[in-house]
């Protein structure tokens, strides 16, 4: 540790240099209104010391005697930098940016301008977006950077979200990057691939961690997308970095901006399920293929046909009589996907006020969005506020605290893996039974149906489920800036997340889960999350050498409780709390809690302003590992060469800015889980009211990090005055140690072992490319990001293959591959189901000896396309997003579509079913209860290729005269308006995952992405 | 300067700090597992750990009974799991969950049963007793060898399949409990004889270690639960003088007597019948899909209903009174009923359930494994095996099977007076020993429906099921595809 502190305090000694100093005033103005501006920042270069314009866009800033260069930057403005050259008063006009070069980009313990960056760093800011209404903050990089991959993983409100950067570079542990707000690791429970809080009411689909913050107070989104940007966050940068960061107020007359918007939501997309009729039709054809196929026609020496219509044969086969009635009077229909469903509506306010005075700056807002989804029950109230105010004790120290409480009720519903799940269950309940009596009640008998395959019904499920998880949150922090010299600073941060889940499930007593006599269960859970950041940054210029240097100590401690316990037998319906249930049991209270602790430091380097030079490496410690391999370092170096300013680049015609650079580095994996190297008995496994234990984790003390060493290189350009800008970027990532649950010999005693096996890389290209096309009366702005991702596993244990359900490990294929036996259609002869062998030759005997790799779980390439147009008060936007070449394994196929091995009703296409007059069917001749078709197999792997308009907006700003002076525009938008996708893919949404890193292809019953359009209003005065 | 140093003393602090929260972080709901090994009270939990675990719906908590029922004649399976569907059909695949959880959980609880063999030898706490090492010793050889008896049972082609009985059984995993990382191994199987001989010594190991207690104040196993199942390894394996021997020890014991009704045993926790009950309370709810409550009680009991009587086992339930013995009946004007049909379902003509284990809600029934009618048929089919022909027959054959008979079939006269001595079987009733083991098998049908009896019993008397002899591959269930995928020294059964 003296190690570590001697490091810090070497950086500060750089801190010994003289006082000497002068003052310079000014005001600055818009070179085009002529208006003064107000909040510009005015720093000294190659130094930390700075200020601000006031409302009247004046400043008065000491320099110290050796420097001669004041910088001047505002957001949406060119920044200038001026010698001061012995005068006292400068004023400065500044002209809206073109070029955007000079962004001040968030780099994580710092901010730097666009064009000094060396890594590879994509930012996202609310312009970009238009005016989206996001459900989670964390929708808004969708489609927006090359190399990001975002999926929603369910249309449920509040659903968690599967984010990659740069493919996926785990198997075991998240492959979730780190999301940091403001300076805080956001409480990140990960479930396999997803981050999410809360029960799985089926597969992930817990809260998203990210659901109280309101997307309206986010200043930027930047992912830190290499190592060279990500290695300053060190064991938990290798998914890459997702930094959020909120408003503050800015020195200047206050501002006010109220926006509000309400729209309908609708799903994107239904399955088509048979009604009535059609089931009638395809069940008594599969029941008297039943009595064929088991010979009990024979048996009972009549037909099939009449073994299946007589009740004798029946109640001596089923137990029961199984046939309906083919009467056209006696069929009912209901449509079941539509009664679970509603249009849903949402409405959104939020209002804000910031400003400053010379010496304090504030930012508060408030908001409140409510939404019901079109699932009916599922429904979301999100209420926020945060207070931000910065405060200059004195020239040389500043304090600032920022508050954001939140909360939100959220009614969520089962979406997926639960097959009692409303959208699940009203696809696959009998349409042959009414819904409701002719009393109105619900009808919950399946007559004429013999078999209930669940209790409930799909409308009771709706009506008598309530899933209430309540999220309170306070997120807070307190810092306080240092100028130690003129040209080192000291920051020290603290914050802390305080995250409360409060769920109660009721399950009413005729509901599938609540049956007989209704269930409840409650739970909390509470995240405390802390973070202490120091940090000490020094800069200065010597001639033509820059230096910036941070060192930094950062410390995080994370404690969870959670408590859960469930009820059973209710007198009514109408008690919802747990304490009416006759029977109270399933109690559980657990705690756990891991802890960081990092040593970082970052030195950039730049001679002549246009040869720069990076290196950052943090020793991170954590609680997760075993004494041995408790430390990691992660170093990283990055370069960068801006051609365009060399004097041989001269003026280019054609580019007028060129930068090449390039980085390597090493970053880590930790998310495992928070004691995985221990050999430990667990409790909680109580006989008779005894309690018991069971070894439950095996000991591996050799468990470390997963470390990614990633290379990056990339052309950045700027061309025809600037109006087309983009980035052509490579890069390969190779993780090695890889944290794998290795299936085990059962004989073991466990199924599996997470160990530090296998190798994986992903490599790919990068391409975003900005064009304004227009610019003047009419303006067009086309931004346009495409990525490529080539994932291989490069080594696993031995060389073995690892199988998971559908997927595959298997050195030389993509994590996850598909490994399926291959469907071969109908044999037209008999109307069984066809398969080829490993060998490619057709059978019809089903063996998973047969499986080979086959499709793809990664696409070929995915990015998205935007287009903002603007004339006079006019202006329109549209977003695009696509997909190509990945395949998604439709689970929920091995239930709608099996000819009826089940109970199950069958999708529409499976009208076309073999008959022995219908020999060219599209599917095999249904048999009840009997595998025909239905067993895993290619014949539910469909290609999930996509293009779909994720946004389009058109508004109008009121001309001044008639506003008096307030900015006010009227705005219409839309969202998931249209979606291509390929005729084979018959899957609700192609942008479904089911969250499990190697599984995450593998879905079922996702709910589709929802559509919504909404009409808004956004003042600004 | 002041501020300097205000600003180097956080600099320490955290640096401090930095080195506490790394080491201030303990798992809060477990404890290492080698202290746990080490401390009588840890061995203990363990213990009670391996009930528990035993509590598994996928094995003796649920599915020991459910898939060889669903396998055999007395239920049909109407659920909408294609897995169990499978398993009705004997068409079950590799990767069906319920196979692999029966083989999974299974070798789980002969790793804590090894690994509490490992810890008693190893144990230095003075609290820890010779009475607790032999006690110990005992639950852990009970269990291993009870399991080991119901892996092979399934995962290998009958007893006698091949002559030697060198065929393909279940891996024997006995030498070290399973730890750390470093004691894996894959193992390939091991033939049949040699596993059933595994579960013989370990069973007859447990019966020594055993409490002699008819019940024990804990429910835990007794030496008769262990003498059970050696009952059921020689039954199994053709020996039925040594079952004969098993079962009279456990008569001759005098702990166990039949309840007055049939459905005593299913209505009263540990009845007098009870020789090993796996006990479940509302507690332990294995959930909604899975167990043998879920499957067996009907919707309106809060279960699934997925698993039927069928009609043949109401065929069944009728002949218990043999034609001879019926006219007998009608020509004294008596009345007869098989109270067994109270434990199906009457009450609702849609459902065809069993109402044995009739708390689908809580799913807080006890699960019966072994007991006392079960013990008394096999000694009577046993007696029947050893004995020459018919007439060597002893007569505690028939009492032990009138025994059984008479507690369920009610004779009454006209003034409701008892007659049961009308369905009583004596000698001279049976023309030859086969007759007489075809009542008993009847008789064992009915009294332990929907307990997982009838399969094995097919099975090991070599009778069809379904049609099918005990030997057809279908029968046999498939090695798990999890265990064939991770381990390649592991050989897939014929036929998957």
Redesign the interface.
Known sequence: MLKRLALLLLSMAFALSGFAQQTVTGVVTDAQSGDPLAGVTVLVQGTTTGTSTDVEGRYEITVPEDRDVLEFSFVGFETITEEIDGRSEINITMGEDTQQLDDVVVTGYGTLSRRDITSSIGQVSPEDLGDVSLNTADEAIQGRISGVQFTSNTGALGSSSTIRIRGASSITASTSPLVVVDGIPVTNPTTGGSSSVGAGLGADTGLNPLVNLNPNDIESYEVLKDAAASAIYGSRGSNGVILITTKEGREGAQQVNIRSRAGVVQETNRYDMMNGEEFTQIWNDAGINFMENEGLGELFGVSPEQAWNDAGIQGAVFGTDFSLSEDPDDIESADWMDAVTQNGYMQETSASVSGGTERTRYYISGNYRWEEGYVRNNEQNRYSARLRVDHDLSDRVRVGVNLNPSRSDNFRVYSSNAVAAPYTFGALYYPNVPIRNDDGTLNYSVAPNANVAFSGQPVGNVEGVDVESNVTQLLGSANVEVNLTENTVFNSDFSFDLFQLQEQIRQGENTTDGSPNGQGVSSNDQYRNYNWNNTVEYANTFGDHNINALAGISLQETQNTSFSATARAFPSDRLKNISSGADINDATGTGTSFSFAGYLSRINYEFKERYQLSFTGRVDGSSRFSEENQYGFFPAVSAGWIISDEPFFGDSPAFDFLKLRASVGQTGNAEIGNFPTRGLVGYGTDYDGVPGGRVTQLENPDLKWEKTTQYDAALEFGALESRLRGTVGYYLKNTDDLLLDVPISRVNGFTSLTDNIGAVRNHGLEFELTADIFQGDFNWTSAFNISTVNNEVTRLVEGEDQIFGQNLLREGEPLGQFYLVRYAGVNPENGNAQWLTADGEVTEDYSTNDRVTVGSPFPEFFGGFSNNFAYKNLDASVFFQFSWGNDLYRSDGEFTDTNLNSLFNQSTRQNDYWTPENTDAANPRPILLTDNGSQASTRFLEDASYLRLKQASIGYTLPAELSGGADVRFFAQGMNLLTFTKDEFNGSDPEAASGGNIQSTDVFFQLPQSRSVMIGVDLTF | MK??KL?LA???L??L???D?????E????????E?VGDAS?ID?????????L?DPAISGGNFNVLPEIMADNV?W???F?NY??QA?K?M???DGQI?DW??IS??E???A??LLDAIGEIDDPDFTEADRSLTEGEARFVRGMLYFELARVFAKPWGFTGDNSHNAV?L?VDE?????E?????ERDDLASVYAQAEEDLQEAADLLPDEGIRS??RATRYAALGYLKRLEMTRGNFEEAAQYADEIISSGNFSLTDNPAGPFENEFSTESIFEI?H???D?PG?NDGQNAFYAD????G??DI?????YVEALNSTVTEQQQSEIEAEGYTVTDTRENLITIDNE?V?ATVKFPDG??NADNVMNLRYAAVLLSRAEALVETATDINDVPQEAYDRLNEVRTRSIVVTDEDGLPQNSVIEFEDGDFADRQEMIDAILLERRVELAFEGDRFYTLKRRGLEIDGLSPDDNSITFPI????I????D?DQNDG?
């Open positions: 501020i300097l600003i956080t600099i320490v955290t640096g700090a930095s080195c929260i790394l080491d201030s972080q798992p809060q709901q477990s404890l290492p597992t080698d746990v840890g939990n363990l213990v009670t750990g391996m009930y528990d675990g509590q049909s109407s659920g909408s294609a569907a499978r059909s068409s695949l590799p990767g692999g083989w999974a070798y789980r002969i790793n804590t090894n690994v891996p995993r409990g399973v730890q750390g990382v004691d894996f191994q894959n193992l804990d429910n006990i309370t509302s507690q709810n909604v919707t309106d009991r809060g699934r209903g039927q009587y069928s009609a043949n849609d065809n809600v809580n798990p595809q999890g265990e995928d991770a381990n390649p592991m998957y």
